[in-house]
């Protein structure tokens, strides 16, 4: 196991240090070889880089499918009650509050502005943006075959479909009659949900070659410039984050007479682990600890929204889709309307609850953000450069964005706790 941790955080290093070296070597070029020389240079690392995309591309669809309907479908309609439900309301209103929000610091600092990716090799398409209504009309599909088997990746419908699917599931799943049959079909989408984080796991030992290539082409092409934007959209992405954990949170807090201060305070400890091990589900057993034992909160609530939160609630993920989502559309010439990033709220939820609570996960998501709104990482070379930069700082990002995720998940069991009166209160003296 431990070996296994540390492979896994090589790899990370690996893919930090071909980012480093890629955006190194690129503004060497860009500085001293030919025009000539530096076309063939990028000759070449271009197809490196689209296996590492195409990997990614061929990974969205089966993602969405298996994430989703597992995930809903794990929720018992029989189970919910009042906790449930206003747990729910809880995790989804955050979620909504934490993409808006994310895309308004986004709109402040615009990052990706002036990146002004322009890949001589590249086959820029024309963006065609959908309006918002004709997106939500089409987010039903005809034939739902059709749309998981779409090329470019119908995403919407399939997330509507799915999201279907699975909330049938969940009532199959607790009905005398059906039930039998629906453990089958949610015990193999389940599997097949391990199977493919496994899969993304494997695609990732390439990552650090085609991060490589990727950025080499961006920095060859741009030189030094491409730096500063990708320090740009760091700072812009933690900024969010501090404001969401230290204001809205407090402010949510406030609202239910719990202290903010040893709200902060009490949180600590998963909040660092969930910030160094980049994984939700792994943080899982420190939040439980902290919740019994620092916040008084009974376990019959705890072990219900817990779990839930990890699976289902990523305000970190949503707030960084709507930031990345600027990011790549500006660093390619084509920034956001006010439509697309209406649609980027609605499928940055969606995409938070699909979000598997495993480090870089959210990376994957935000493919299927970015193809929602037009922004198609296959036919657009600048759309994948971006994109690929994005992922070599992911590591970077998902450290924060996963503190950010299991704080929403302990103020919701907190507030919930608090309002069914389940907390004892001694804990808070
Ligand atoms: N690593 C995150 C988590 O476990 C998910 C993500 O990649 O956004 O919460």
Redesign the pocket.
């Given at each position: 196991m431990s070996k296994l941790k540390n492979a896994k955080s090589k790899l990370l290093l690996f893919i930090l240090a071909s980012l480093i070296l890629g955006a190194i070597l690129g503004m060497i070029v860009s500085s001293a070889a030919s025009e000539a020389t530096t076309a063939k240079l990028i000759a070449i690392s271009d197809p490196v880089g689209k296996i590492f995309i195409r990997l990614l591309k061929m990974i969205v669809m089966p993602v969405i499918i298996f994430t989703l309907i597992s995930g809903v479908s794990s929720i018992s309609p029989k189970d919910l009650g009042i906790v449930g439900i206003i747990i729910l309301v809880f995790y989804i209103g955050t979620s909504i509050i934490s993409s808006v929000f994310g895309l308004v610091v986004g709109n402040i600092f615009k990052p990706g502005l002036g990146l002004d990716l322009d890949l001589t090799l590249a086959t820029t398409k024309e963006f065609v943006k959908p309006s918002f209504v004709d997106t939500l009309l089409a987010t039903i599909p005809t034939n739902p075959f059709s749309s998981f088997a779409n090329g470019d990746g119908d995403v919407l419908p399939t997330i509507f479909f799915a999201i279907f699917f699975g909330i049938s599931l969940a009532f199959c799943r607790d009905n005398e009659k059906t039930k039998e049959n629906a453990e089958i079909v949610y015990r193999f989408f389940d599997g097949c949900t391990n199977i493919i984080i496994k899969v993304v796991s494997w695609i990732m030992y390439y990552a650090p070659i085609g991060v490589f290539a990727l950025i080499f082409t961006v920095f060859a092409q741009n030189g030094p410039s491409s730096l500063g934007s990708l320090l740009k959209v760091t700072y812009t992405i933690y900024i969010a984050f501090a404001i969401q954990l230290i204001i809205v949170y407090s402010l949510i807090n406030l609202a239910f007479g719990i202290n903010p201060k040893k709200f902060l305070n009490k949180i600590s400890e998963p909040l660092f682990t969930?910030f160094v091990?980049?994984?939700?589900?792994?943080?899982l057993p420190i939040s439980m600890r902290v919740v019994d034992e620092k916040m008084g909160i009974n376990q019959g609530i705890y072990s219900f929204t817990l779990p839930l939160g990890?699976t289902i609630n990523?305000n970190?993920?949503a707030i960084?889709l709507g930031i990345c989502s600027i990011f790549i559309a500006n660093a390619s010439n084509a920034p956001l309307n006010f439509d697309s990033q209406l649609t980027v709220v609605i499928v940055s939820v969606l995409a938070?609850v699909g979000?598997?609570?495993?480090?870089?996960?959210?990376?994957?998501?935000l493919l299927m953000v970015l193809n929602s709104i037009g922004l198609d990482i296959n036919s657009n070379t600048n759309v994948a450069a971006a994109y690929g930069m994005i992922v070599g700082i992911?590591s970077l990002l998902?450290m924060g964005?996963?503190a950010l995720?299991?704080s929403g998940d302990l103020c919701g069991t907190a507030v919930v706790a608090k309002v069914t009166k389940q907390m004892d209160m001694t804990k808070w003296e």
């Open positions: 969930a091990t980049r994984s939700s589900g792994g943080t990890a990523m970190g993920t960084y938070a979000t598997a609570g495993v480090p870089g996960a959210g990376s994957i998501m992911d998902d964005r996963t995720n299991i």
